[in-house]
């Protein structure tokens, strides 16, 4: 169970990393730039939101992730950083 919660915690933190680098380059690369579109070049992949009502409670569940190349740059990076901490 540790190992499944190290993983998580790793993809989680290397895609927030990613996400922050990502909009770094949409800040310097123009909106019209082919560096920009490039960089915001993503998959979305999951369980699109599915409501469902019970008359007396309602509700929404899904999972959508949100990848482009800098989340998964992201994530290789907090692996490799992850991999020298636990050495």
Same mark, same amino acid.
């Not at 540790?2 to 909009?23: E, P, R």
């Not at 123009?30 to 560096?35: F, M, Q, T, V």
């Not at 569940?61 to 490799?80: D, M, P």
């Given at each position: ?13 290397? %895609? =927030?990393?990613?996400?922050? /680098?990502?909009?770094?380059?949409? *800040? ?5 730039? !082919? &560096? ?18 019970? %008359? =007396?409670?309602?509700?929404? /569940?899904?999972?959508?992730?949100? *990848? ?5 740059? !992201? &994530? ?12």
């Amino acid at each position: 169970m540790k190992n499944v919660l190290n993983v998580v915690v790793v993809v989680v933190v290397g %895609s =927030l990393f990613g996400l922050f /680098i990502s909009k770094l380059g949409n *800040f310097w690369f123009p909106p019209e730039s !082919g &560096i920009n579109a490039l960089i915001n070049t993503g998959i979305n992949t999951g369980l699109n939101p599915t409501t469902i009502d019970l %008359s =007396l409670l309602e509700f929404t /569940i899904g999972l959508v992730f949100k *990848f482009n190349i800098f989340s998964i740059v !992201g &994530i290789l990076l907090a692996a490799l950083i992850y991999k020298q901490i636990i050495k």
